[in-house]
RNA sequence: GGUCGGAUGGCCGAGCGGCUAGGCAGAGGUCUGCAAAACCUCGUACACCGGUUCGAUUCCGGUUCCGACCUCCA
């Protein structure tokens, strides 16, 4: 029987069935990144794991608004919402307007996004074009009695809110009691009534280089309000799937569901999905840490910490063999060994098509056609239990093998029935170019030129071979060696690919 | 210090109360002019100490080590 999709609720630390709010609809919201750097390859594993939660819900029907945020103000370079915002410092260090940095940041993320095959977003707003809502919201939560102004800023009232709503820190799993009580010697709290406070509008110093005019002050809104403005303004007061990296639970997304309920009473999200660190040598690859690669460092070979170069599929490919819960350590022999093994799943994908027709009906391998039936089955159980990415890549390579063997005559043609024929050629391609959006990126895939200059060196060959003529086929197949392109003769005449 | 999570074969990494993960590397075989590719077979791994159980890598308790969050980060 078909098999539900279960999500891992963070909010309820268990998977739970995934039933959307408004059928066939789904609203889904990830926290995009803040542009005043490039996006290094942690971000990245998190935007390619909900862009596979995003292509695998279209795959089952739904019509889904993928919302991702760009955080082009707000977001403080230090502790206790006193130091500046991160775009602000970018931009006075490199004497640039502070959209310069935002728009340069901003096509970088998106062309390393294209290059990582992530589909684009339904929506991409930007906190610089929700002021307005931003604004509305901070007196909608003061309203509320939620709020208090100091001297120009807005801070959010968060014992009180904890006594209206006690799930205050049931996401990220802290003791409210805890975080009030903080006794940390943080610099300048002077303005909040209790350190657990946060600011949801900050009054600008003279010097700031971002600000707005607001009924408190010519300021800025605080980090955590564009998302729950934006989110409430594209998905709704409540909506479906909410995603994001793990280090933000606290106090990002905690602080956004506070928002969203101080403002509209209403808890946001349903599902909370986080996805795990990536590390590198054991520790988290972060910008505060400095021990980050780029992706252009990483698909270019120049950084220190590989060997050679990885292609974006390659890297893409190898985030998907780690469920998106586990952290996920870089290193370069593992990158090589996913590297072959992606080679292996592209090389069955271009077979596919050329295989054998079967036009019986029934089987002359049952067995064979069972385990053909039963791994794509497998691949949707195991892709609907919280989208087990790493479960799926292995029901791909065993039905990698039975198309490697049908190809290479290993299995007669009429191994499989037509039904299960026709479902592997449907299954096998949609879910790794449609799910998992990986790809062939190797430089003679889909081209047309190479492709016929090659079937012309090779018909040469053939008929070197075909005369025995050993000498001239070696030297053809040891020129294009060189060339790093790989001769496999087999029974159904001679393959290439790209080293 | 508080909270939470993890320790899997040579490497990376899934998973589960009893039954094959998968990839890479390695060994043997089939095929092949040779090579490559492909296919078949193989290693019997689950940090340590107790407990529950007919049976635990999987559940419970403890120990050690590692990591994350608590403060900007996806």
Redesign the pocket.
Request: aromatic residues 6%; hydrophobic residues 30%; neutral net charge.
């Given at each position: 029987m078909e098999s539900k999709l279960k999500i891992y609720n963070t909010f309820s630390?268990q998977k739970e069935v995934f039933e959307p709010l408004n059928p066939p609809f789904v609203g889904m919201y990830v926290?995009?990144?803040?542009v005043y750097s490039d996006v290094?390859?942690?971000?990245c594993?998190?935007?390619m794991t909900f862009d596979v939660v995003y292509r695998y819900l279209l795959h089952l029907g739904y019509k889904v608004r993928y919302v991702r945020n760009i955080?082009d103000v707000g977001?403080?370079?230090?502790?206790?919402?006193e130091?500046e915002d991160?775009i602000a410092k970018k931009a006075r260090l490199e004497q640039i307007e502070p959209m310069e940095v935002v728009q340069r940041y901003t096509n970088g993320f998106r062309e390393v996004m294209h290059l990582l095959n992530t589909l684009p977003p339904s929506i991409e707003p930007t906190a610089t074009g929700h002021l307005m809502e931003q604004i509305a919201m901070v007196q909608k939560i003061l309203d509320n009695g939620l709020a208090y102004e100091k001297n120009g800023s807005v801070y959010f009232d968060v014992v009180k809110f904890t006594q209206q709503y006690p799930h205050y820190g049931k996401l990220?799993?802290?003791?409210v009691d805890?975080?009030l009580q903080?006794s940390?010697d943080l610099k300048k709290q002077d303005e909040k009534n209790n350190?657990a406070d946060f600011a949801i509008w900050m009054k600008a110093a003279p010097e700031h280089l971002m600000h707005w005019q607001s009924p408190w002050s010519v300021g800025f809104p605080g980090?955590h309000l564009e998302c729950s403005a934006m989110s409430t303004k594209y998905l709704g007061e409540q909506f479906d799937l909410h995603g994001?990296?793990?280090?933000?639970?606290?106090?990002?997304h905690e602080n956004e569901i506070a928002q969203n309920v101080g403002c509209c009473g209403t808890a946001p999200v349903r599902y909370w999905m986080h996805?795990?660190?990536?590390?590198i040598n054991?520790?988290?690859?972060?910008?505060?840490?400095g021990n980050?690669v780029l992706p252009h460092e990483l698909f270019t070979g120049q950084n220190n910490f590989m060997s050679q170069p990885y292609s974006p599929m390659t890297v893409r490919f190898?985030m998907l063999?780690?469920?998106y819960r586990?952290?996920?350590?870089f290193?370069d022999?593992?990158l090589?060994?996913?590297e072959?093994?992606f080679k292996?799943l592209m090389?069955?994908l271009q077979l596919l098509p050329q295989l054998p027709h079967a036009s019986n009906t029934h089987p002359t391998l049952p067995d064979e056609d069972k385990m053909v039936q039963d791994t794509c089955n497998a691949i949707y159980e195991h892709l609907n239990?919280?989208f087990?990415t790493?479960?799926a890549?292995?029901d791909l390579?065993?039905l990698?093998?039975k198309i490697?063997?049908l190809?290479?005559k290993?299995l007669p043609p009429d191994a499989l029935g037509l039904d299960t024929f026709n479902r592997l050629q449907s299954v096998f391609p949609a879910i790794i170019l449609d799910v998992l959006g990986l790809k062939d990126d190797t430089a003679a895939a889909n081209n047309q030129l190479a492709d016929g200059l090659m079937g012309l060196i090779l018909d040469l060959r053939s008929d070197a071979?075909a005369k025995k003529d050993?000498a001239t086929?070696?030297i053809i197949?040891d020129r294009l060696k060189n060339l790093k392109i790989?001769?496999?003769?087999?029974?159904e005449g001679t393959t290439w690919a790209v080293e």
């Open positions: 630390r926290c995009g990144p803040t290094h390859l942690g971000n594993r998190t935007f955080t977001h403080l370079e230090s502790d206790a919402d130091g991160k990220s799993g802290k003791v805890d975080l903080e940390r350190p980090w994001g990296g793990m280090d933000l639970q606290f106090p990002h996805g795990n660190m990536l590390t054991g520790q988290k690859m972060s910008k505060s840490l980050s190898f063999q780690t469920h586990s952290t996920l350590d290193s022999t593992a090589q060994a996913a072959k093994g292996r090389n069955s239990d919280d087990n790493a479960m890549l292995a390579f065993e990698s093998g490697n063997a190809y290479h290993q071979r050993w086929s070696d197949r790989v001769v496999k003769d087999g029974k």
